[in-house]
């Protein structure tokens, strides 16, 4: 997407207390975003109470996922363009565009030929077993995992709207607790999702939790808006006292790999392909079921942040939180969802930043109720932190 319109940088003079940062970011989600009408991004900034600039990129996910708007604000950084950028929204000739939708429909159609196939050969044998009449034994029917339990609580008829949770870590002692518990950094902020999952009551030491891990295969010449893919592991739930990190890193490990084997084949790593929604009338696809795959939510780790992302003018930020939202989520929407959180994790020289919203409401009633729980399980790694 490409456009002559944009909406003016964002700088206020007035400085912004140093325990409302937060809060200012949260006001920077603007309305006139509308990426129909070219209008996907802003930018704001204004000055801290304390010394220093608090800076807020504001991007629409029509326009890019998470690791296009970095790679694009490395490339603003730096003036390097990718690719042929500069002929970007030019119209192509007419053999170059029947060549560009041929190359795009057969890649398009791998992944929902593979899924086809799968289910043709799921109907096959469910008709043979029909016919035979007898059951699937229990080698061969799916074995689901058990639902984590929930504390009973009742619901909640307050209004409601999803906590917003912004913690920055020591980087130096992230690292040496992930180090020393047989984990890494990646293990490490899942094992602390899962630890603030229990100690909400969303389920129990010895259960499972699935999480939605997203993995990024964008090159450097990609342009595509969105072509983040998501992971699922399952990791066990820890004992408050158990710190071992070594399970949820090879069980992260094993399903990078799961995953990365069915890309190579084209299989489809959804319930249904998401070639073949786009492909689908809106009236059709708004009949699709909203899949429910039992995830606790979204843990999200954009890593080390490069120093053409943190640099603005040769002055280097010292923490930077990224998140996504979804505008109009209310207590019914997040209980169709399944509750859970979703969290973000970024990385700069001195600090390990997380950003997590809830989505339970009648166990994450508020801001203040989840810091309490964040801020418990962080220190039974010993980690120094501090509260946006």
């Known amino acids: 997407m490409t456009s002559n319109t944009s909406l003016p940088l964002d700088y206020s003079t007035n400085s912004v207390p140093t ?34 600039t608090v800076v807020s990129l504001v991007c629409s996910h029509m326009v890019a996922d998470g690791a296009a708007m970095v790679a694009a604000v490395e490339r603003a950084s730096t003036g390097v363009s990718v690719g042929d950028s ?5 119209k192509p000739s007419l053999i170059d565009s029947i060549a560009s939708d041929i190359t795009d429909t057969v890649g398009q159609l791998r992944p929902i030929a593979t899924w086809l196939a799968g289910k043709s050969a799921q ?16 080698a061969e029917a799916p074995i689901a995992p058990d639902a984590p339990s929930r504390t009973d609580v009742p619901e909640t008829s307050e209004p409601w709207s999803p906590p917003y949770v912004v913690v920055s870590c020591s980087a130096s002692e992230w690292t040496a607790a992930a180090e020393q518990w047989g984990g ?3 293990s490490l902020f ?38 983040t893919k998501i992971i699922a592991v399952r990791v066990p739930v820890p004992d408050p006292a158990d710190r071992d990190l070594t399970g949820i890193r090879k069980a992260s490990k094993t399903a990078f790999q799961e995953f990365s084997a069915r890309q190579a084949v084209g299989a489809a790593t959804g319930p249904v392909p998401l070639a073949l929604v786009q492909m689908l ?29 943190v640099s603005i003018g040769g002055v280097r930020a010292t923490r930077v939180s990224a998140r996504a939202t979804f505008s109009g989520a209310d207590a019914e929407f997040a209980r169709q969802l399944g509750g859970g959180s979703t969290a973000w994790a970024t990385e700069t020289d001195a600090a390990i930043t997380i950003s997590m919203h809830g989505m339970d409401p009648d166990r994450m009633a508020s801001d203040e109720d989840v810091r309490e ?5 962080l220190g039974r790694w010993g980690i120094g932190h501090e509260f946006w």
């Open 281 to 309: 009338p809106d009236a059709v696809a708004r009949r699709l079921p909203v899949p429910a795959d039992g995830a606790e939510g979204l843990c999200s780790n954009l890593g080390r942040l490069s120093d053409d992302f």
């Open 19 to 52: 325990d409302a940062v937060r809060c200012w970011a949260e006001q920077r989600i603007s309305v006139d975003i509308d990426p129909e009408a070219g209008i996907g991004w802003q930018l704001s900034a204004a000055p801290v109470a304390d010394g220093g």
């Open 184 to 186: 890494t950094s990646n």
């Open 123 to 138: 109907a096959v044998t469910s008709v043979v077993r029909r016919t035979a009449d007898e059951e699937p034994s229990s």
């Open 190 to 227: 899942i094992a602390v999702m899962t630890s603030v999952s229990a100690a909400l009551g969303r389920a129990r030491p010895g259960e499972e939790l699935r999480w939605s891990l997203p993995f990024n295969d964008r090159r450097s010449s990609d342009v595509d808006s969105n072509s």
């Open 86 to 90: 500069a002929r970007l929204g030019d």
């Open 373 to 377: 729980v964040v801020s418990e399980v």
